[in-house]
């Protein structure tokens, strides 16, 4: 177990390394070019590593913290769940709640990840002009059984580039489907207890092993 | 005479206290679910039934039966509910999509073996889910108040008004005999269920509060059903969210629904 945190921490910390120093040469990529990029990477790296789909934690967490993790605002995703509370948190608490957020979404992402088989990504035409800074790029997981999955991203530019800020998956914004449990423990038990809260249920994941694959 | 007034105090005490269960102790008020007391009893409830009975069954159903049977079992009651469907888009104007939905289920009814194989999806014709809740949405009826119906799980006040025409649109319900029916029934609900093992393992994994992330992704959903994916901005904002507030305000708003060529 605290191998596991230790690597995770040394993981964490090379991607926002690496996030601040790698992402410049990419900056003019268009939106969907980027997200389209990543997906295509990480779904061949999920294909071509038996590992990985047999759920090694260490390994997927390496994926998600180089692949995926650069290119995601993870400030602005817990920004906007915060709401109204953002602004009347301190800096220091501002950023303990980004660190916890982050790591609950890499654990449920890297749980998602360990999932993926068959299926196919389809991205649909663009709609935005090239003066946008904040887009939507949508795309569809097309599964081998039932119908097809909606998985849009919502991007934003900034000095470093395009990065992701909210996904949608069924339907549903990631961040706006937290917005309601951080509002109400922020105003229960603060942001202090918010923080605290993310922060055992990130404990309890990393103790616990992925869901093994199916068969 | 005190006698009488200790009575109807009684009852008024009795009333305060069924609407103090009905709506709960709603400390965080969230304005699409008035009733969370009484929604979050019924998802204790099905949980417990979930936990206990369902997921086990499901998991084993997924883990023993074959593949292919799996398959031809959705495809089976997916091609049911095409016909369902079909109706509910023309009722929706969508007529080509209605077409598209008729075609799906002569096709694989026919061709496809009374709808085991679906060969409509690899001939490029898509599948659209679209229920009666759905319909009165495009209609522009308000989804009305977030309710957790027991057993059948997340819903609102209009999609649980819409669900008797659903039921009665569902061509296995004229099925005889009723054995054959029930069963049938009963491998719809395990097939179904064993679809969403995945994500309902996800949804432990990342909600805070598994009941709040279910009410308000379910909201999302549907409303996003109601818009076939293309949900304007602001009228998602609105959904199921009570303090996005002013960070959702700092977005700039986009003309999502203009198409660009």
């Known amino acids: 177990m605290k191998p596991v945190m230790q690597l995770f921490a040394a993981a964490a910390a090379t991607a926002v390394f690496s996030a601040s120093v790698i992402a410049a040469p990419v900056a003019n990529e268009a939106p969907d070019a980027l997200v389209k990029r990543i997906s295509a990477d990480v779904i061949d790296s999920v294909k071509a590593d038996k590992d990985i789909q047999a759920g090694n934690r260490a390994k997927i967490m390496d994926l998600v913290n180089s692949k995926i993790l650069p290119y995601v605002d993870a400030q602005k995703m817990t920004q906007q769940a915060a709401g109204r509370h953002w602004r009347s948190a301190t800096p220091e608490q501002q950023q303990k709640l980004t660190q916890e957020f982050r790591t609950l979404l890499v654990y449920t992402y890297a749980g998602a990840l360990s999932t993926i088989k068959n299926e196919t990504v389809e991205f649909k035409p663009m709609r935005s002009s090239p003066s946008d800074t904040d887009v939507e790029v949508r795309s569809q997981v097309n599964v081998s059984r039932g119908e097809p999955i909606t998985l849009n991203y919502r991007l934003s530019k900034g000095d470093q580039g395009w990065k992701i800020y909210d996904v949608n998956v069924l339907g549903a914004w990631l961040v706006q489907t937290y917005t309601s449990t951080f509002n109400s423990e922020i105003s229960k038990n603060g942001v202090d207890g918010l923080i605290k809260r993310l922060a055992e249920r990130n404990a309890q994941l990393a103790s616990k092993p992925l869901a093994a694959p199916a068969k | ?261």
Not at chain 2, 169 to 190: E, L, S
Not at chain 2, 191 to 204: F, G, M
């Open chain 2, 1 to 261: 005479m005190k006698h009488t007034v200790t009575l109807s105090r009684l009852r008024a005490c009795a009333a305060a206290a069924a609407v103090l269960a009905l709506s709960g102790c709603a400390t965080t008020g969230n304005q699409q679910d008035p009733l969370e007391g009484y929604n979050r009893a019924v998802f204790s409830f099905n949980d417990a039934v979930d936990r206990t009975v369902l997921k086990p069954t499901a998991t084993a159903y997924k883990n023993v039966v074959p593949g292919f049977a799996q398959t031809g079992v959705n495809n089976f009651f997916g091609n049911l509910s095409d016909a369902w469907s079909s109706i509910n888009n023309f009722l929706q104007g969508k007529v080509e999509d209605g077409g598209t939905d008729f075609g799906r289920f002569a096709l694989n009814s026919t061709f496809g073996i009374f709808g085991l194989l679906d060969i409509a999806s690899e001939a490029g014709m898509p599948k659209h889910n679209e229920d009666f809740g759905q319909t009165l949405g495009k209609w522009g009826v308000p989804s009305g108040p977030f309710l957790m119906l027991p057993l059948l799980g997340p819903s609102t006040v209009r999609d649980t008004a819409a669900l008797p025409a659903d039921f009665a649109g569902d061509i296995w319900k004229y099925k005889d005999p009723t054995h054959v029916r029930n069963i049938g029934a009963g491998v719809r609900i395990i097939d179904k269920r064993a679809t969403l093992l995945d994500a309902s393992n996800l949804l432990e994994e990342a909600a805070l509060d598994r009941y709040e992330f279910l009410r308000d992704g379910y909201l999302q959903r549907r409303q996003s059903q109601v818009y076939d994916g293309d949900v304007p901005r602001q009228a998602n904002d609105d959904a199921g969210a009570d303090a996005a507030g002013d960070a959702n305000s700092q977005v700039v708003p986009q003309p999502v629904s203009v198409e660009k060529k």
